[in-house]
């Protein structure tokens, strides 16, 4: 196997493109193309011309052409460059990137091209995804384990064994504008993100930090994947949030709440204790009580809905025993 980066032998070239070598044994440290040349470079050249006025360690080229030095010899020289360059195209080894500003625990794990800004702290066993990100100051319990590619953004704080999977964006500016002279002016979010002990987050959600103090998730809270939680929304102890589901600002979830699939959740809801919203439902209401069980759009008792459900399925025979009065009446 030739080495993964300079310098190669010819005998390492001529074997990845199938060439054949002739001449001195030499050191390569580049692979170029007429005219770029340099002393340690092998050199595709096309061209008598080509091969006289080329500055190379060594020629890639056709049986035909004179050279004053070592040479590959192909009868297709540039499918023979293609070859070798397709060889020799590997994907770059990414090394990690940690500040030595930031305070790295024992134990602590950071994969490949991921980035940990000065003033981190990554506390004892965390794991930090290849190419994920931990901006300045960010604090990531003890135990945490970061995704490839997620986001931690400065403000967060994350406390033990919380799991943030790949993809998710956590602290980061939400929507937050204020309509003003026939534009929308941004409202700069200067807070943070707070997530308990224990809790999940999927891949692909977004937990915006709080346009002042601090976007809150308690312990044992589970989000799924897709999903959106708006910048001063809490949600306490033991929620469940399911996938693709809007939060939108200031709402605040109790505990042990269960919050289906593709729900959205109006500005400055509450949602009670226990309470419930099935798949889809669409909270327009600005408090759920403890325990509810909601259910479609606009979201309603549970009970309330499948009424309104049966009388609308009734509504075809309803509006046909209707037709036949009228009709019955003008006769």
Not at 303 to 327: C, D, H, K, M, S
Request: charged content about 20%.
């Amino acid at each position: 196997m030739i080495p993964a980066s300079p310098p190669w032998t010819l005998a390492d070239l001529a074997g990845l493109c199938g060439a054949r070598w002739e001449g001195a044994e030499t050191k390569i440290e580049a692979v170029e193309a007429w005219p770029a040349g340099g002393a340690a470079s092998l050199v595709l050249v096309e061209s008598q011309h080509e091969a006289d006025s080329v500055r190379a360690a060594a020629l890639l080229c056709t049986p035909g052409i004179v050279t004053a030095g070592p040479a590959l010899r192909s009868d297709h020289p540039r499918l023979a460059f293609a070859a070798l360059l397709t060889a020799l195209d590997r994907e770059p080894s990414l090394g990690s990137s940690v500040s030595p500003e930031a305070r790295i625990e024992p134990g602590v794990r950071v994969g490949g091209g991921a980035v940990v800004e000065r003033g981190a702290w990554l506390e004892a066993d965390a794991v930090v995804g290849p190419c994920a990100y931990v901006g300045a100051g960010a604090r990531v319990g003890p135990r945490c384990r970061i995704g490839p590619g997620a986001v931690i953004l400065e403000g967060t704080v994350l406390g033990p064994d919380v799991q943030i999977d790949a993809g998710a964006v956590i602290g980061s500016r939400g929507f937050g504008y204020v309509f003003h002279d026939g534009a929308h002016q941004p409202i700069p979010q200067i807070g943070g993100v707070e997530i308990g002990a224990g809790s999940r987050v999927g891949s692909a959600t977004c937990v915006d930090r709080a346009t002042v103090g601090m976007t809150s998730l308690g312990a044992r809270v589970i989000v799924g994947e897709l999903s959106q939680i708006a910048h001063n929304v809490r949600v306490d102890d033991g929620t469940s949030v399911g996938h693709q589901v809007g939060i939108a600002g200031s709402c605040h979830i109790e505990s042990n709440c269960a919050i289906g699939n593709q729900v959205g959740i109006a500005p400055h809801s509450v949602i009670g204790t226990g309470a419930r919203l099935a798949d889809r439902a669409g909270n327009t209401r600005g408090v759920v009580p403890p325990g509810a069980h909601m259910v479609g759009f606009p979201a309603r008792p549970r009970e309330e809905a499948l009424r309104t459900y049966a009388a609308v399925n009734r509504l075809e025979w309803i509006l046909q025993r209707l037709e036949r009065l009228v009709l019955d009446e003008s006769s």
